[in-house]
């Protein structure tokens, strides 16, 4: 049976832009078929995620231009060109990704356009969505004219049913707004908050010295690579089950968030103190891994032989296909550089991700970053003497790799007892590691069942 109604439109994976704000009551008793059972219509709440990300995006944009001008007044020009470069390039990023999400070439919006190109459209759009919300306040007893159904699967007591409901028009644009803000925040945080938040880390142990508004910039970063990351998680598990209602409570929230903080410090810190320790010897080594991950879909998707999807959107020609491409490549890449992306990135196909659950591109990612961390930290310890003299290196590499460790931890203890449908799961984790050293224990079996004239021949020879 198809799960979806005839008159919805099939979307790709990267203009998905709608999901329903709530979980719905299900009411068993409005069964519309056979296995199709009415859930109650979808309310729509208060927008906190969209005032979050645009308090996030303006504090940071306000905190960089003010280090811009501090470093200009020190006549610190490398300084402030860096600072500089990289909140511009991830402001850009951003304006891109909300004209693109909300189709505004099409449209004739010229003060939004003009918000963009100013760099303030996160504020033009939260204003949108803020009036969005006091509308559907204003008429919330009023029946809304123009409705769509949305079927969505869902597990209830371990079973698996099918729910549909009908969306409004107002509420399917407000969550659209939502959706177009989760994306803008992972652009800003891996486009422009890691590379801001690691120079100015790496400013300040050279410098030795942290100014106020330095120290203000690095929250804000710090708080926005967090909040993308924990995210990209919650936005892969939307994408790999998109059929499927999901909600995360606060529990598996807090074990997200507490992962990808111990993730990207650790990783972060490791990479400031190698950089500091070797100068620009560094630099080779950090360029070269980025590439590696950046050609990496670019290279399978080469050796496949297959073509260029071209029905990522509609209006686009293969000129715009091949941009948005580029665009999802550097975005991974720099995901990947940081913490772990939660998908695989496969550009023949015409939703770009691989669905899977894919344990081993999981396994691989953290243990080639464990040994590079490793690496680092060695190199930090035995040449990083002028560094940090008041502090033990051995002390400091230990602890940046006890906090790597504990990540890892509380990701294995995601997947295998909070993740929202490991029920789905064919293996978990724990069955992963048994295969992964279910290999080692048949030659141990084999060496233990020798025959017992075997072992007495060997005595006897001995």
Known sequence: MNTRPQHSERTSTMDRVYEIPEEPNVDPVSSLEEDVIRGANPRFTFPFSILFSTFLYCGEAASALYMVRIYRKNSETYWMTYTFSFFMFSSIMVQLTLIFVHRDLAKDKPLSLFMHLILLGPVIRC????????????????????????????????????????????????????????????????????????????????????????????????????????????????IKYDDYKIRLGPLEVLCITIWRTLEITSRLLILVLFSATLKLKAVPFLVLNFLIILFEPWIKFWRSGAQMPNNIEKN???????????????????????????????????????????????????????????????????????????????????????????????????????????????????????????????????????????????????
């Not at 007893?141 to 371990?158: A, C, F, H, N, W």
């Not at 690691?198 to 100014?211: D, F, G, K, M, R």
């Not at 993740?419 to 048994?434: A, E, G, K």
């Open 127 to 238: 204003l949108e969505a803020m009036i969005k919300y006091l509308t559907l306040w204003k008429k919330e007893e009023q029946e809304e004219p123009y409705v769509s159904l949305t079927r969505k699967k869902m597990l209830i007591d371990g079973e698996e049913v099918l729910i549909e409901w009908e969306v409004g028009h107002s509420i399917r644009t407000l969550a659209m707004h939502r959706n177009a803000y989760k994306r803008m925040s992972q652009i800003q945080a891996f486009l422009g908050s890691v590379p801001q938040l690691t120079y100015q880390l790496y400013v300040s142990l050279i410098s030795a010295e942290v100014p106020l508004g330095r120290v203000v910039l690095m929250v804000f970063s710090l708080v926005s690579v967090t909040y993308g990351a924990t995210l990209c998680n919650m936005l892969a598990i939307q």
């Open 316 to 462: 686009f020609s293969r000129v715009g296909t091949l941009v948005v491409l580029i665009s999802v490549t550097i975005l991974y890449a720099g995901i990947n550089f940081s913490c772990w992306s939660a998908l695989q990135l496969r550009l023949a196909d015409r939703d770009l991700v691989d669905k899977g659950q894919n344990w081993g591109h999981m396994g691989l990612h953290y243990s080639v970053r464990l040994v590079e961390n490793v690496i680092m930290v060695l190199v930090f310890k035995f040449f990083g003497v002028k560094v940090l003299l008041n502090y033990c290196h051995s002390l400091i590499a230990l602890q940046l790799i006890i906090a790597y460790l504990i990540s890892i931890g509380f990701m294995l203890l995601f997947f295998q007892y909070l993740h929202p449908l490991r029920s789905l799961f064919t293996h978990n984790v724990v069955d992963y590691l048994h295969c992964v050293c279910c290999h080692q224990h048949p030659r141990t079996r084999v060496e233990n069942s020798e025959p017992p004239f075997e072992t007495e021949a060997r005595q006897s020879v001995v």
